[in-house]
């Protein structure tokens, strides 16, 4: 039998629990936390607690995998210990070596207004106050943000739509810049108003890295949806076309429900014709689908058990077409870190238009924690994870799940749910087998080569 590692642990959680011990006389037993996939040559099993890849082979069969080195690497864990436990000492130990509550302002996310040019009916901020930040307070938060950031700063441009009050992004950007501390942007918007800003602007005031912009469908059912003037839709393919070719990363969200799925079919096949027609067109746009929050929005759509399964199924069937098109973001590893979101982030703050500080933009007019001109702290609740339920026990998620009690964006823990995390977790070890097969292969060709060089 041979271990192949094909992704290696996590260095922050070797650090913190290294090697589990072997011995002898004790029972061991799967950990539940261990994802297998059979190949053709072996199996692949993916540690979610970890974050280790291995592929094990020469197994013969009927035998066992089980093995020292395997007890070691935490995929076998005692029968008298409860997993979870684990998981627990774990984030004990990060959490005393990154605590949260340490360092120095990292993230600002700026409300210019919470006016907007579109009429999403999912919008979480329907019925909100529309208010539009004044000079004034632009000025006073960029002063809130220098007097408590480090050497670097993200500034996030949210809304409403940003760039209905760019005037703000000026204002702010500008001090910023003025004071030399290193920062970059990144803005979520419709594009709509994008051919107004210079690339100069953009690139060089603003510093914008990132962009994230939201098309719901092909150009009826975007124009629908948005209610923006005619010509919208392609104003907002030039507009990712734009920044990507500026070298800013574009993501392009596309929302799915169980009514629109034929329809962004038919998009995905329009924004792969659209990107490629040069190979600078395509670079630095990554396309992704995701569900609407459930119980936001103009509408409050609930979904019953069975709507949130079909929607999880056609999320998944519309994930691997965006990547069969090159262009998704590929497979990723979870990271790990001690804060889910903004909200229980110490290192982040929300600003609204009219200068109060918020831990998230999605209370930015419900949690007022302070102003820009009397600061303020995240209160203790925002820390709480909400509470586990029963198929936490054993769950291939756990290590990897994440839930706060008081987010309202996300719906709590079901099937659909963890269907999608099981297929993340399927595209990922795929991902790192392609990979290990790809430098095979090079290795393989490399020592042809090597040959036919020293038959010469």
Known sequence: MRIITLAEKSKEIHECIGYQNYYTEKSYRKSPYVYKKEIDNGIILYNTMTREISLITGI???????????VRGWYFIPHDINPKTIVY?????????????????????IFTTTECNARCPYCYEYGTKKETMSEETAEAAAKYILERAGNKILLKWFGGEPLLNHKAIDIISKRV???????????????YLFDKISDEKIKNLWKISQAQITVDGTEKEYQKIKGLPSGAYMKALDSIVRLAML???????????????EDIKNLIVELSEYFSGTQEKGKNINVYAAPLFEGLGMEKNQMSDTERLNLYDSYINIDKMISRF??????????????????????????APNGDLTPCEHCHDKEII??????????EKWFERAAEIDECEECICY???????MCEAEPACNEAE?????????????????KYMGRRSMGAKGNRNSEKGNRL
């Open 177 to 191: 810049r003025d004071s030399g501390i290193e920062y970059r942007s990144y803005i979520v918007s419709n594009a």
């Open 370 to 379: 302070g102003t820009v001109w009397s600061d303020g702290e995240i209160p």
């Open 418 to 434: 963890r269907s999608y995390k099981r297929y993340q977790i399927e595209k990922l070890i795929d991902s790192e087998y392609k």
């Open 399 to 405: 290590p990897i799940c994440y839930k706060l009690k």
């Open 247 to 261: 070298d800013i990363n574009v993501s392009v969200r596309i929302h799915i429900t169980n009514s629109n799925v």
């Open 60 to 70: 013969a069969e009927g035998e066992s995998y089980f093995c020292e080195k395997l």
């Open 89 to 109: 000492c774990f984030w004990q130990k990060y959490l005393s070596i990154h605590p949260k509550r340490k360092g120095k302002l990292s993230l600002a996310t």
């Open 326 to 351: 090159g262009m998704g973001g590929g497979a990723y590893r979870e990271k790990i870190k001690s804060s889910h979101c903004m909200a229980d982030n110490c290192h982040s703050i929300v600003i």
